[in-house]
């Protein structure tokens, strides 16, 4: 990344001519944005990264100016623009993250340019050649280092301007310590989907009185692009399969074919859809098809907002063309599930303590159990404590609090209640012959892990994967159990398919661990070590995913590395020794214990 004038310099400036203006300072709202992960974009297609960057430059060229503001500087992949008026500055902000999302939602998400932006309201130095200074600028730099990729950062100076100017929902991320600043910053965040007022104010759209707190959506007809009345059969025949799909993820509500197709031929405002359909999501395409190829893109809508949450494009050849629609079925219901999902826990986040209800508390622990620290754990369980407190036979709420008890049994301590309350919990979702493959898939890791009833647990999900083939958790869960028994060519199959249906999962650590293992049987030790760094760089806090990568380390002669990696996993579990590893460490049958017991003695892991 380019370095620009305004975050300063290790070189003193000369001293200015004295026929020159004096800087002026004043107060401004300030908007400082950058690239995530520019070096990565520009690393892999230079030319693709350069073209996107002159695209986004030119959003952000007619947004700031549409809202009065001055481009001051757009070194690099960096943004700095000044506003007289912090609701301009905000507008400006969300309007660029909207165009920009929309602007990118054919390419695949590796592709794709996420700006993170910052804004704050302080003084700044103006010199006459156009160029801005000052701390209020460092301050807005910084904040826009700890925004979300696609979302606006800011401090309470602008949220408290702004407050009854522009209609956005914030999400307080507290007092933040950030770089080379003196004292903390209470910084807020709000995504691009924020709708943004008129200048003369308008009444918010009322939510359906019939809405359920339960999420739902809708799946509207896909616009068939090819020019051709004849093929709008495939596009509906598309859109019938994503919606049956979609139908077996059980906590979410899916609108029937005939409501949906309702709107086929026209192209309604998405907040009507939401209103009079009562969702909370749309899922929107199109089909373009020319000779045996075909095109697909489809998007994830909040309907209230119209802000995006998902999109993707799929190609194929129609050499079979129900083998095509599978796959790309296949690939939309992987996708919208945890999009969905992730949408619901940042609604849940943003809510009152006092109102929230036992799903807003599931969703709360559901986030708190992929985290895999002892803090976590807690939290989350306390979370369920409470849903379940509400809703008694809550069985999501079961079976994540089977998975987090089993968390904490391994590694926490191995308190023998916490395996009896584990396995109490995954008993109430066996008896509850639920149809819910996450609650499934975590219930069935319990009873497998904890009491080794394995056939059981393997029942359990493969009747997850009966009812949701998409569920990326339940072949998670798949390829470790089948690890566990020694099964390393099914593992893998489990393995890859849950990374492919969901790459970005927050438990993909669990399968790159497992392919670590997997690799490490067949002596590919090369490859083992680098499915264990993936899983370790997804979640530097996971043990198992530590105890595999320094295996890999000991059997590349790679000693010194080992030991370090053994430090840490000793400071993560202070009661880990190879005595303690034959029940925690679940992946020990692939490896023969007296085989991994040995490689860790090596790396100086206790008896």
């Known amino acids: 990344m380019l370095r620009p004038a305004w975050m300063g310099s290790n070189h003193s400036q000369s001293a200015l001519h004295m026929s020159n203006p004096a800087p002026k300072t004043r107060l401004a709202a300030i908007l400082v944005a950058d690239v995530e992960g520019y070096s990565r974009l520009m690393s892999q297609d230079e030319h693709a990264t350069l073209a996107s960057l002159d695209e986004a430059r030119s959003v952000f060229a007619r947004e700031i100016a549409a809202n009065e503001g001055r481009v001051v500087d757009m070194a690099g992949d960096s943004v700095l623009a000044l506003?007289?008026?912090?609701?301009?500055?905000?507008?400006?902000?969300?309007?660029?993250?909207?165009?920009?999302?929309?602007?990118?939602?054919?390419?695949?998400?590796?592709?794709?340019?996420?700006?993170?932006?910052?804004?704050?309201?302080?003084?700044?130095?103006?010199?006459?050649?156009?160029?801005?200074?000052?701390?209020?600028?460092?301050?807005?730099?910084?904040?826009?280092?700890?925004?979300?990729?696609?979302?606006?950062a800011a401090t309470e100076a602008i949220v408290a301007v702004v407050r009854g100017r522009v209609a956005v929902d914030w999400e307080d991320l507290g007092d933040q310590r950030l770089k080379n600043l003196a004292r903390p910053v209470r910084v807020f965040s709000t995504r691009p989907a924020g709708r943004v007022l008129p200048q003369r104010a308008q009444a918010p759209i009322a939510a359906s009185s019939t809405r359920s707190d339960k999420p739902s959506l809708a799946v509207l007809?896909?616009?068939?692009?090819?020019?051709?009345?004849?093929?709008?059969?495939?596009?509906?025949?598309?859109?019938?399969?994503?919606?049956?799909?979609?139908?077996?993820?059980?906590?979410?509500?899916?609108?029937?074919?005939?409501?949906?197709?309702?709107?086929?031929?026209?192209?309604?405002?998405?907040?009507?859809?939401?209103?009079?359909?009562?969702?909370?999501?749309?899922?929107?395409?199109?089909?373009?098809?020319?000779?045996?190829?075909?095109?697909?893109?489809?998007?994830?809508?909040?309907?209230?907002?119209?802000?995006?949450?998902?999109?993707?494009?799929?190609?194929?050849?129609?050499?079979?063309?129900?083998?095509?629609?599978?796959?790309?079925?296949?690939?939309?219901v992987a996708a919208i599930e945890p999009s969905v999902r992730q949408a619901e826990i940042e609604r849940a986040k943003r809510k009152r303590p006092e109102n929230l209800d036992a799903y807003d508390l599931y969703l709360r622990a559901l986030e708190q159990s992929y985290i895999f620290t002892p803090a976590a754990r807690t939290t989350g369980l306390s979370l369920l404590d409470a849903a379940i407190a509400l809703e008694p036979d809550y069985v999501e709420a079961h079976g994540v609090a089977a998975f987090c008890l089993q968390q904490r049994y391994l590694w926490g301590g191995r308190a023998p209640s916490d395996r009896e309350a584990a396995l109490r919990h995954a008993e109430a979702v066996a008896a509850a012959r639920t149809d819910d493959a996450t609650a499934l898939a975590f219930a069935g890791l319990a009873l497998s892990a904890l009491d080794g009833?394995?056939?059981?647990?393997?029942?359990?999900?493969?009747?997850?994967?009966?009812?949701?083939?998409?569920?990326?958790?339940?072949?998670?869960?798949?390829?470790?159990?089948?690890?566990?028994?020694?099964?390393?060519?099914?593992?893998?199959?489990?393995?890859e398919r849950s990374l492919r249906l969901s790459p970005f999962d927050p438990l993909r650590h669990i399968p790159e661990c497992t392919l670590a293992v997997a690799k490490m049987a067949s002596g590919e030790h090369e490859a083992a070590l680098a499915c264990a760094r993936r899983a370790v760089e997804a979640n530097p806090a996971f043990t198992p995913g530590l105890t595999t990568l320094a295996l890999c380390l000991v059997r590349l002669g790679r000693i010194d590395e080992a030991r370090a990696t053994v430090h840490r996993l000793v400071e993560i579990a202070p009661d880990t020794r190879i005595a303690t590893l034959r029940e925690r460490y679940l992946f020990a049958n692939s490896l023969g214990f007296d085989s991994i017991a040995a490689d860790l003695r090596a790396a100086g892991l206790p008896e």
Request: with cysteine; net charge negative; aromatic share 6%.
């Open 83 to 152: 506003f007289d008026s912090a609701a301009g500055a905000l507008r400006a902000a969300l309007a660029v993250q909207q165009s920009l999302a929309a602007a990118a939602s054919d390419l695949p998400d590796a592709r794709r340019m996420h700006y993170r932006i910052g804004l704050h309201l302080g003084d700044v130095i103006e010199k006459a050649d156009g160029s801005a200074y000052g701390d209020g600028i460092n301050t807005a730099a910084r904040v826009q280092s700890a925004a979300h990729p696609d979302c606006v």
């Open 453 to 495: 009833r394995h056939d059981v647990a393997l029942v359990m999900v493969e009747r997850a994967l009966e009812r949701n083939p998409s569920s990326a958790i339940a072949h998670n869960v798949s390829a470790l159990i089948n690890m566990m028994l020694a099964r390393p060519e099914k593992s893998v199959v489990h393995a």
């Open 221 to 332: 007809p896909f616009t068939n692009l090819s020019g051709d009345p004849e093929q709008d059969y495939f596009a509906d025949g598309m859109v019938e399969e994503i919606i049956t799909g979609l139908a077996r993820i059980r906590w979410l509500t899916v609108i029937a074919r005939n409501s949906s197709f309702a709107y086929k031929g026209t192209a309604p405002d998405l907040r009507t859809v939401g209103r009079e359909l009562a969702v909370r999501y749309v899922v929107q395409g199109s089909v373009r098809r020319a000779g045996k190829s075909v095109r697909i893109s489809a998007q994830l809508v909040e309907a209230e907002s119209g802000g995006h949450l998902w999109a993707e494009r799929f190609d194929g050849a129609l050499d079979d063309v129900f083998d095509l629609q599978d796959q790309i079925t296949a690939g939309v």
